[in-house]
């Protein structure tokens, strides 16, 4: 999320925070500041130039031409709004109440509501809706005279994810980054350095880079840079040389963006979580916060969606009946609309759209709150038409997706649906305490599994490779796995333009099975769930068809051993978990084919990233 950038050095750092931010814009977002150290004059205290702008970075490089603040000490940022509007006052820098501390954040401070209560009690004045200003005003109370310690003592205190950059008025010669849970790098120039929060901002200027590690603070002075631990203790960072071009750096070094956002799931799927599930399996959403009684009321939920946003919902229904056992109903929002609703007040409507602004979902949500139906949006973006009109929001915190294919935003969606369905289940008394906890434990081990899937993506390309031959493919699966398979049947024609379709399992002998033959592929989805045996008997039907299978199946099962022309062996997890896992394997495939077949993945034809429109 957002960018970051930070400059010491013998050159004036007003210039090269510009270049940077403009090189940061790839990332998305919607503010923009840099705050620059002024040289003072003779006689003068030393004085910092703060600039914001709450729209492009174009409209804060006009800005600043007007009065270029000259200085060799500065940093800036472009924000991706989390906590607070995208305003001016939200956007970064931010200071401490002397105005002598100054800050840029990526991430999310989840105790940031405890700690600015603690502050405001001390004296501490705010003027933000961010979670970001708490870490200037923590320095400040710890501040006595060194930077470097105020700070250390100041990370300790926090939970979440971070990757700062700060320097005081105080220390002219100091510029510090630290990171947690978010990436952060020192570039190592000639006698200057900077701090990114990507290899982007500082590709033209160096192509040396330190990589700090997590919990590590970067403390940078004219004669280099010294890394260590919140305790103090030296750590040696690793030295990275980067070859690639800018193109490629706004890339992060992947191909596509599509691609480098699916390498970015396992730290998607732990930010739809962060701050939200606790060990025993509680569940909270800072911007939907209704007490237990309000959701108690509640007698069904209804999911509305679209594309992606609708296999979603297929998932939530199901893990709502399961876990929470309501009714409830996933819904192709466009047909919604026209539709004559039979809710009512004792409903919950949950609106789902990467975008915020989809235009069919966006009727739906309001003709819900017409009915009177409590209302939340699971959306990526802060501020937009579906959290400002919706009771509610469940923000996703999966940042910026280039890519018009969704594909970790898929996977926050998910997961930000599993903790509504266990939120309803405990307000109901639905869930036990060691079972709210089992899918508590399953739900925090996704990012580290999402990574093995990663760490496999050779063996799903040379799948890819194989299959990229067929023009046509089924998908199949039941339950959860279902709606893994419409999803991966609309990645696969999105961007490869192959014909591909998804059905049930139990559908298949009534029409889709009259398709197969030799050159029409089936991928089955057949990993353990309570109907993976009936998954494997529609897998011999298939083959006995002489279509080929590529099957997705679970560790230790070896019921299609000899039967699926391929199969992929899948971790034995939760099957809600094998829901995300098994997306993330299709995900690859459609990419992998897509890329074998030259297509534009990122930008495939007749698509749009958001559908405003009808």
């Given at each position: 999320?957002?960018?970051?950038?930070?400059?010491?050095?013998d050159?004036?750092?007003?210039?090269?925070?510009?270049d940077?931010?403009?090189?940061?814009?790839?990332?998305?977002?919607?503010?923009?500041?840099?705050?620059?150290?002024?040289?003072?004059?003779?006689?003068?205290?030393?004085?910092?130039?703060?600039t914001?702008?709450?729209?492009?970075?174009?409209?804060?490089?006009?800005?600043?031409?007007?009065?270029?603040?000259?200085?060799?000490?500065?940093?800036?940022?472009?924000?991706?709004?989390?906590?607070?509007?995208?305003?001016?006052?939200?956007?970064?820098?931010?200071?401490?109440?002397?105005?002598?501390?100054?800050?840029?954040?990526?991430?999310?401070?989840?105790?940031?509501?405890?700690?600015?209560s603690?502050?405001?009690?001390?004296?501490?004045?705010?003027?933000s809706?961010?979670d970001?200003?708490?870490?200037?005003?923590?320095?400040?109370?710890?501040?006595?005279?060194?930077?470097?310690?105020?700070?250390?003592?100041?990370?300790?205190?926090?939970?979440?994810?971070?990757?700062?950059?700060?320097?005081?008025?105080?220390?002219?010669?100091?510029?510090?980054?630290?990171?947690?849970?978010?990436?952060?790098?020192?570039?190592?120039?000639?006698?200057?350095?900077?701090?990114?929060?990507d290899?982007?901002?500082?590709?033209?200027?160096?192509?040396?880079?330190?990589?700090?590690?997590?919990?590590?603070?970067?403390?940078?002075?004219?004669?280099?840079?010294?890394?260590?631990t919140?305790?103090?203790?030296?750590?040696?960072?690793?030295?990275?040389h980067?070859?690639?071009?800018?193109?490629?750096?706004?890339?992060?070094?992947?191909?596509h963006f599509?691609?480098?956002?699916?390498?970015?799931?396992?730290?998607?799927?732990?930010?739809?979580?962060?701050?939200?599930?606790?060990?025993d399996?509680l569940?909270?959403f800072?911007?939907?916060?209704?007490?237990?009684?309000?959701?108690?009321?509640?007698?069904?939920?209804?999911?509305?969606?679209?594309?992606?946003?609708?296999?979603?919902?297929?998932?939530?229904?199901?893990?709502?009946?399961?876990?929470?056992?309501?009714?409830?109903?996933?819904?192709?929002?466009?047909?919604f609309?026209?539709?004559?609703?039979?809710?009512?007040?004792?409903?919950?409507?949950?609106?789902?759209?990467?975008?915020?602004?989809?235009?069919?979902?966006l009727?739906?949500?309001?003709?819900?709150?017409?009915?009177?139906?409590?209302?939340?949006?699971?959306?990526?973006?802060?501020?937009?038409?579906?959290?400002?009109?919706?009771?509610?929001a469940?923000?996703?915190?999966?940042?910026?997706?280039?890519?018009?294919?969704?594909?970790?935003?898929?996977l926050?969606?998910l997961?930000?649906?599993?903790?509504?369905?266990l939120?309803l289940?405990?307000v109901?008394?639905?869930?036990?305490?060691e079972?709210?906890?089992?899918?508590?434990?399953?739900?925090?081990?996704?990012?580290?599994?999402?990574?093995?899937?990663?760490?496999?993506?050779k063996?799903?390309?040379?799948?890819?490779?194989?299959?990229?031959?067929?023009?046509?493919?089924?998908?199949?699966g039941?339950?959860?796995?279902?709606a893994?398979?419409?999803?991966?049947?609309?990645?696969?024609?999105?961007?490869?333009?192959?014909?591909?379709?998804?059905?049930?399992?139990?559908e298949?002998?009534h029409?889709?099975?009259?398709?197969?033959?030799?050159?029409?592929?089936?991928?089955?989805?057949?990993?353990?769930?309570?109907?993976?045996?009936?998954?494997?008997n529609?897998?011999?039907?298939?083959?006995?068809?002489?279509?080929?299978?590529?099957?997705?199946?679970?560790?230790?099962?070896?019921?299609?051993?000899?039967?699926?022309?391929?199969?992929f062996?899948?971790?034995?997890?939760?099957?809600?978990?094998?829901?995300?896992?098994?997306?993330?394997?299709?995900?690859?495939?459609?990419?992998?084919?897509?890329?074998?077949?030259?297509?534009?993945?990122?930008?495939?034809?007749?698509?749009?990233?958001?559908?405003?429109?009808?």
């Amino acid at each position: 999320m957002c960018g970051i950038i930070g400059y010491l050095g013998d050159h004036e750092a007003t210039p090269v925070l510009m270049d940077s931010l403009k090189r940061l814009e790839y990332r998305g977002y919607d503010s923009a500041g840099v705050a620059v150290l002024e040289l003072p004059k003779t006689g003068s205290n030393t004085h910092t130039s703060v600039t914001k702008s709450e729209k492009k970075v174009d409209d804060l490089i006009a800005k600043l031409k007007t009065g270029m603040p000259t200085g060799h000490l500065g940093i800036g940022h472009t924000r991706w709004a989390t906590h607070g509007r995208p305003t001016y006052i939200n956007a970064h820098p931010h200071t401490d109440c002397h105005g002598r501390i100054f800050v840029v954040h990526n991430g999310i401070i989840e105790n940031f509501a405890e700690l600015r209560s603690e502050l405001q009690a001390a004296g501490h004045e705010f003027t933000s809706e961010t979670d970001t200003e708490v870490v200037p005003h923590l320095i400040e109370a710890n501040y006595k005279g060194d930077f470097l310690a105020a700070v250390r003592l100041a990370l300790k205190r926090i939970r979440g994810a971070y990757a700062l950059a700060m320097f005081s008025a105080d220390d002219p010669e100091l510029l510090i980054g630290a990171r947690l849970n978010a990436p952060l790098v020192v570039g190592l120039g000639e006698e200057e350095y900077y701090i990114a929060s990507d290899i982007t901002a500082i590709i033209p200027y160096t192509k040396r880079v330190l990589v700090l590690g997590e919990g590590e603070v970067a403390a940078v002075t004219p004669l280099g840079a010294e890394v260590s631990t919140l305790d103090g203790i030296t750590v040696k960072p690793k030295l990275v040389h980067v070859d690639w071009d800018v193109s490629q750096a706004q890339k992060g070094g992947y191909p596509h963006f599509m691609l480098k956002e699916i390498h970015e799931a396992p730290e998607a799927v732990a930010n739809a979580m962060r701050g939200r599930l606790t060990d025993d399996g509680l569940v909270s959403f800072r911007e939907f916060t209704n007490s237990d009684d309000e959701l108690r009321r509640i007698r069904e939920v209804l999911l509305l969606g679209m594309g992606t946003s609708r296999h979603a919902a297929l998932v939530g229904e199901l893990a709502i009946e399961d876990w929470a056992g309501m009714p409830a109903r996933a819904i192709d929002a466009a047909e919604f609309r026209y539709r004559r609703p039979t809710f009512g007040a004792d409903t919950l409507a949950v609106v789902i759209t990467q975008s915020g602004e989809t235009a069919d979902t966006l009727v739906g949500l309001h003709q819900a709150k017409e009915r009177g139906a409590l209302t939340v949006a699971v959306t990526n973006v802060f501020a937009s038409s579906a959290a400002r009109d919706a009771d509610g929001a469940i923000y996703l915190h999966a940042g910026p997706e280039i890519g018009v294919a969704s594909t970790k935003t898929f996977l926050a969606h998910l997961v930000s649906l599993y903790l509504l369905a266990l939120r309803l289940a405990t307000v109901n008394g639905r869930v036990s305490l060691e079972r709210r906890g089992e899918l508590a434990a399953a739900l925090r081990l996704l990012p580290e599994q999402v990574r093995g899937i990663l760490d496999r993506e050779k063996e799903i390309a040379a799948l890819a490779h194989r299959y990229s031959r067929y023009r046509n493919f089924l998908y199949t699966g039941r339950g959860l796995g279902f709606a893994v398979a419409l999803e991966g049947a609309l990645k696969l024609k999105e961007i490869s333009y192959v014909h591909a379709e998804g059905v049930s399992g139990g559908e298949l002998k009534h029409g889709p099975i009259a398709l197969l033959e030799s050159n029409f592929p089936v991928v089955a989805i057949c990993t353990a769930s309570p109907t993976s045996e009936k998954m494997a008997n529609n897998v011999h039907e298939i083959v006995a068809r002489d279509a080929p299978v590529l099957a997705l199946v679970t560790a230790g099962d070896q019921s299609l051993d000899g039967v699926a022309t391929d199969r992929f062996v899948m971790p034995k997890v939760e099957e809600a978990a094998s829901a995300i896992l098994n997306s993330v394997v299709l995900q690859l495939f459609a990419y992998h084919v897509a890329v074998e077949l030259g297509e534009d993945v990122d930008q495939p034809r007749n698509l749009a990233k958001s559908v405003t429109v009808e």
